[in-house]
Every structure is written in C-alpha cells, then in structure tokens.
C-alpha cells in the first residue's frame, strides 16, 4: 500500500507568468524528488503552488524507469482553496496517461491503497513525466489560488 502525506517542506512553485513559467508541458519545473527514509524503493516530492490569475496551467517533471509507478495526491477546494474544478493529468514520453478532476467528496488520490481514486500510473518505459494542474473558474466568494499535491514513484 501506498501512503502519501503532505510535509511541512512542500517545495514552493518557481511561479512566473509568461517568459520561464512552467505553463507548458515543455517548460515543467523539475521537481525535487527525495528518497523515503522508510522504503528505499519510493522517491518522493511535493509541491505548494497556485494558479493566479492569468495562470492557466502548472507542470512539473521528474525521471521515471521502466515499472516504476507514480503514485499522486492533489487537493484544492477541498483544501480552502477557491480552484474549482482543479484536474490532474500525468503525461509520461510526452503521453497523456491518467487525469482526474477533484470532487465536491474527494481528492485526486492515485495509488494502490485504500481509499484511491484511481489506481497509481506505471510507467512502460524509461522517460520523463510530467504532472499537469489545471483549474476551472475560481470562486467568486473565495480568493485562494493554491494547491497542494504529492508524488510518490515507486521502483519495482
């Protein structure tokens, strides 16, 4: 089973709009992945951002071997934010493989535990994925803008 849990030391989003933004999935900000103390086999990244105005969409890449499986959990709404509709989608070699729009019930929850939404992305080949998130029309009675998401790649 997986367990993915937000840290204090989400890495904060490079956030530029325009020129250097990681709005494009060519453009995705690396993200920091580090290994798990408790499993050798997961490496592990999370990431505080936001979608201001303007903003339309955030990437961020990481390596993936063959088998690995990425596992994700991203929140918004349901976190205090005012995003609605806020969607996932992960792209491996350049590929779209899984998306998901958060519930008014529930978070965007890949992996292979209880209480998933879906079932964790496994890579076919070596590449590189990238994570995209992507949101509706704002609240119009709550201005937060930002998201919390975690990615836990596991080797085989």
Known sequence: ATTIAFETGNTPETEAIGANANDTL???QVLTMTA???NAK???GYMLAYLPTGDVADNFSFAVASGDSSAIACGAARNGSGLQSFKAELFVAGASKQ???E???ADIAWSSGKGASKAAVVASAAGTAVLQLT???PSTTNTGRFYLCGVHVTSP
Do not use: L
């Open 26 to 28: 060519a453009a995705a």
């Open 36 to 38: 798990d103390t408790a």
């Open 42 to 44: 997961v490496k592990r």
């Open 99 to 101: 998306t998901e729009t």
């Open 103 to 105: 519930s008014a019930t």
């Open 135 to 137: 949101s509706g029309s």
